[in-house]
């Protein structure tokens, strides 16, 4: 069966770079606009970058993916007054010699989320853009660190970036340590671009999101249990530390159409097996599943399904991960437990747009430099695709003005309308404007298939 899946997306991987050939080059050639005001370059109009769509989780290898090479960084220089980023352009705020700009990312790398692959679809964007001779003069480089779905590690990977003089942290993924780590890197001035979308990246002058906030995504899937018409669910929430104002947006907008959870679960995503949450949910009484997890706790309870024959409606965030799919939807002919489950992306789901010309560019680069990740993408990948190409186009706009944290965050604020080729609604950043996408789309899966549903739904 491992076999014939990697098949399944070798050949997916070949008709993706092959029919769709001019690609790679669609990110500096047909883009929209966005006027900056920052700095040096007031009134002047940048093209921006297109992007694509992705999930939690990677092949925990680098594939054969090229990277830059190795620059040797310099330690300090980071402010100590409160979302104030430090405003001399040095080594020490990752503007190095022979310009090469390096940025930080915290990843779960080890541990129950393999973060991997939003490390190396970060590294794939930048591989491309330097491949076309960077901008303004400068490379950019990737240095990570791994957070080992610990909040402990976490801060101490905060640390160590910091130490080595990382100009901002871009696309990270830590499950456990991104709540935290935002209020602590904007204390010391780090600019943040990126993340999954947990409450605090909303809250902070210096982080700049690419996606909605979980809050919003939860309200959104509550909102889709009324439309689908949802009865006595048994709902699964992650035990994380943003899970509390999540969970309520959830369960407030089922309340509102009058669904009742006849059970509610808190788990940890090291949990192995969801045989004793089924079966709760059956005793119970439960008609169908509401969950907010992660894509590799999805397929542990899409399993625990499967073993008791229960094939409830089920409703969830995340399930488009084909690397998790590929754990729950084969090999039960007809019945698959996800077959007919509903779903929600922010951004567009890959595998149903992959013509459009920045999901093309996204599937294209990734497969070229890190091949072993391209079945790994989903919605969370998107993401920091898009953080990439969000902090690219910062860079990009401040012309000949020297890059700094303080000149980055102008930048950043004076966004506006930046096209990512319709992978999410145009995001515009300001002062105060900290959370510029509010918009996701409805998912429906058919006989294994993920389909889009719907226009953009924004809460």
């Known amino acids: 069966m491992k ?27 047909h883009r929209g606009t966005a006027t900056v005001q920052a700095g040096g370059a007031q009134g002047q109009t940048y093209a921006t ?3 694509s769509p992705a999930a939690v989780g990677g092949s925990k290898a680098s594939g054969g993916g090229r990277s830059v090479s190795g620059v040797p960084t310099s330690a300090g220089g980071s402010s100590s007054r409160t979302g104030t980023p430090s405003s001399s352009p040095s080594a020490a705020q990752g503007v190095h010699k022979g310009g090469v700009i390096t940025v930080g990312g915290i990843y779960d790398e080890t541990g129950p989320v393999d973060a991997t692959v939003e490390r190396d679809t970060v590294r794939s964007y930048f591989d491309l853009v330097n491949a076309q001779g960077g901008v303004n003069g400068y490379t950019f480089r990737l240095v990570d660190c791994d957070s080992a779905y610990d909040p402990s590690t976490a801060h101490q990977c905060s640390q160590k970036l910091m130490s080595e003089g990382v100009l901002a942290i871009v696309g990270w993924l830590s499950l456990s340590g991104e709540q935290p780590e935002t209020d602590y890197l904007t204390q010391q001035g780090i600019p ?49 530390n943003f899970i509390a104002p999540v969970e309520q947006s959830f369960l407030n907008g089922m309340k509102k159409c009058g669904i009742s959870p006849v059970d509610v679960e808190t788990v940890d995503a090291t949990k192995a097996d969801y045989t004793d949450v089924i079966l709760k949910f059956q005793e119970n009484g439960a008609q169908s599943v509401a969950a907010f997890v992660d894509p590799f706790s999805y397929a542990r309870i899409f399993q625990a399904m499967e073993r008791q024959n229960w094939h409830p409606p089920v409703l969830g965030g995340g399930l488009d991960k084909a690397s998790a ?28 747009h992959s013509r459009t ?14 091949p072993s990740q391209y079945p790994a993408l989903d919605a969370y990948t998107t993401y920091q695709w898009l953080a990439a190409e969000v902090f690219v186009q910062a860079v990009k706009n401040l012309g000949n003005t020297p890059v700094s944290r303080q000149s980055l965050v102008a930048s950043l604020d004076h966004l506006t309308n930046f096209n990512d080729g319709g992978i999410t609604e145009p995001i515009t950043y300001g002062s105060g404007n900290h959370d510029p996408l509010h918009c996701l789309e409805w998912l429906h899966n058919t006989n294994g298939h993920w389909k889009t549903t719907s226009s953009w739904n924004c809460f």
């Open 192 to 240: 943040i671009i990126g993340g999954l979308g947990v409450p605090s990246e909303f809250a902070s002058p210096l982080s700049f999101p690419t996606t909605p906030s979980l809050v919003t995504d939860g309200t959104a899937l509550g909102t889709r249990a009324c439309q689908v018409g949802l009865k006595k669910p048994g709902v699964i929430f992650l035990n994380a």
């Open 325 to 352: 799919n590929q754990q729950y939807d084969s090999g039960c002919g007809s019945s698959c437990a996800v077959f007919g489950a509903d779903s929600a992306t922010p951004v567009l789901e890959y595998l149903d």
């Open 3 to 29: 076999e014939r899946v990697a098949i399944v997306f070798l050949t997916l991987s070949v008709a993706a770079t092959l029919g769709l050939g001019g690609a790679v080059a669609y990110a500096f050639t």
């Open 357 to 370: 010309p920045a999901i093309s560019q996204y599937l294209a680069t990734v497969h070229r430099y890190y």
């Open 49 to 51: 970058t297109s992007s």
